[in-house]
T-cell receptor, first 111, second 110 residues
Framework: DSGVTQTPKHLITATGQRVTLRCSPR?????VYWYQQSLDQGLQFLIH???????AKGNILERFSAQQFPDLHSELNLSSLELGDSALYFC??????????FGQGTRLTVV | GIQVEQSPPDLILQEGANSTLRCNFS?????LQWFHQNPWGQLINLFY?????KQNGRLSATTVATERYSLLYISSSQTTDSGVYFC????????????WGAGTKLIIKP
């Protein structure tokens, strides 16, 4: 158990819909990262939050947004979903400049 | 940006065999991690190893930062070692994000 909790584990939704993925970081970790892994691909960085503030953006679509709340949990919002958004979405947490730990991921299927 | 290359892309071995997986990176790194992604998709931390050598049971890793490569050794392979092994690095201009290699897909046959 990495200590990072993601919910839900699986999500099936229709095109055009909006979903919210949730992540609770390890106790004490201020940084939360979101990554997307499409089928048989490596992970692509989406966004990084540190103590409630956005620190870096990667290849995140405008239809996607995220936030980190005062209790440090984070949510990734995906809207106007397309078939190509089907992927594994991972959340990771870390202290700055140290080892990142990953949650079990949310498997999103858009039908 | 930095390039992270892993080799071999695929590896099929019999149970009990040993293997070496390689990760080359094109620039200096602050952080290097090895992960195992099991067939259910879960990412498991193996090593946090920006430099030096570490061992954990049948697995060990060595990073030679000056020569920009890291090696993951798996000894006495078991079927549960099957999955994809990723190397991921963080470097000065990466804003703390991890840059991932394409992975080595390992299949251990009983």
């Amino acid at each position: 158990d990495s200590g990072v909790t993601q919910t839900p584990k699986h999500l099936i939704t229709a095109t055009g819909q909006r979903v919210t993925l949730r992540c609770s970081p390890r106790s004490g970790d201020l940084s939360v990262y979101w990554y997307q892994q499409s089928l048989d691909q490596g992970l692509q960085f989406l966004i990084h939050y540190y103590n409630g503030e956005e620190r870096a953006k990667g290849n995140i679509l405008e239809r996607f947004s995220a936030q980190q709340f005062p209790d440090l949990h984070s949510e990734l919002n995906l809207s106007s979903l397309e078939l190509g958004d089907s992927a594994l979405y991972f959340c990771a947490s870390s202290e700055r400049l140290t080892e990142a730990f990953f949650g079990q991921g949310t498997r999103l299927t858009v039908v | 940006g930095i390039q992270v290359e892993q080799s071999p892309p695929d590896l099929i071995l019999q149970e009990g065999a040993n293997s070496t997986l390689r990760c080359n990176f094109s620039d200096s790194v602050n952080n290097l991690q090895w992960f195992h992604q099991n067939p259910w998709g879960q990412l498991i931390n193996l090593f946090y190893i920006p430099s030096g050598t570490k061992q954990n049971g049948r697995l060990s890793a060595t990073t030679v930062a000056t020569e920009r490569y890291s090696l993951l050794y798996i000894s006495s392979s078991q079927t549960t070692d099957s999955g994809v092994y990723f190397c991921a690095v963080e470097y000065m201009d990466s804003n703390y994000q991890l840059i991932w290699g394409a992975g080595t897909k390992l299949i251990i046959k009983p």
